[in-house]
């Protein structure tokens, strides 16, 4: 099994909702990532966990919590978005967070904060 | 100067040809790399890989070309098919560092 698993696929939201994205691996990866990606951009680092710690925050605001429950799990936690957060959301994973080791992206969750 | 548009460079195919996209890394330090293809609606899909310690490698119908000299990589694809419509990204791992730092894309489209 090489799957990263996303869901919701689609979430609408408004600016005063809590709503969380969830993200599943059963590869045994060690290594989990949030990125954001806006249309026709490259996705873009938010945050790492390595053996279910925070261990990168690339000063993400803190609207977005993550949250790495263990090992096959991360989640993400939004509360009071802006429309601006609208984005593509992809969870990734890699068997550990060390140099060269190729990262399995999950389809994303589409967000639309209204 | 660096584009702001939401057009990505497109490379337009011919279904049976073969597809060169490119790539320009800045970090001389940058030690591993990794071509990516994302087709609409998905996550993007590792292609294959290349450590700078070598300068080609070989996959499926696909090879990563890196000439660390003037900081550049390509993807070539040969016998592009339509399922090779994507937006490619090049991305790039420095020494030291554990973040993944991804390249503009390029689009593809592959004509019948």
């Known amino acids: 099994d090489t799957e990263v698993t996303q869901t919701p696929k689609h979430l609408v939201m408004g600016m005063t909702n809590k709503k969380s994205l969830k993200c599943e691996q059963h590869m045994g990866h060690r290594a989990m990532y949030w990125y954001k990606q806006k249309a026709k951009k490259p996705p873009e680092l938010m945050f790492v966990?390595?053996?279910?710690?925070?261990?990168i925050n690339e000063s993400v605001p803190s609207r977005f919590s993550p949250e790495c429950p263990n090992s096959s799990l991360l989640n993400l936690h939004l509360h009071a978005l802006q429309p601006e957060d609208s984005a593509l959301y992809l969870c990734a994973s890699s068997q550990m967070m060390s140099d060269g080791l190729e990262q399995y992206f999950g389809p994303g969750t589409r967000l639309t904060v209204t | 100067g660096e584009s702001v548009g939401l057009h990505l460079p497109t490379l337009s195919v011919q279904e049976g040809d073969n597809s060169i996209i490119n790539c320009a890394y800045s970090n001389s330090a940058s030690d591993y790399f990794i071509w990516y293809k994302q087709e609409s609606g998905k996550g993007p899909q590792f292609i294959i890989d290349?450590?700078?310690?070598?300068d080609k490698r070989q996959g499926q119908r696909v090879t990563v070309l890196l000439n660390k000299t003037v900081k550049h990589l390509s993807l070539q694809i040969a016998a592009t098919q339509p399922g090779d419509s994507a937006v490619y990204f090049c991305?790039?791992?420095?020494?030291?560092?554990?973040?993944?730092?991804f390249g503009k894309g390029n689009q593809v489209v592959v004509i019948p």
């Open positions: 991305a790039e791992k420095r020494s030291g560092n554990n973040r993944l730092a």
């Open positions: 966990y390595s053996y279910e710690k925070l261990s």
């Open positions: 290349i450590r700078s310690n070598m």
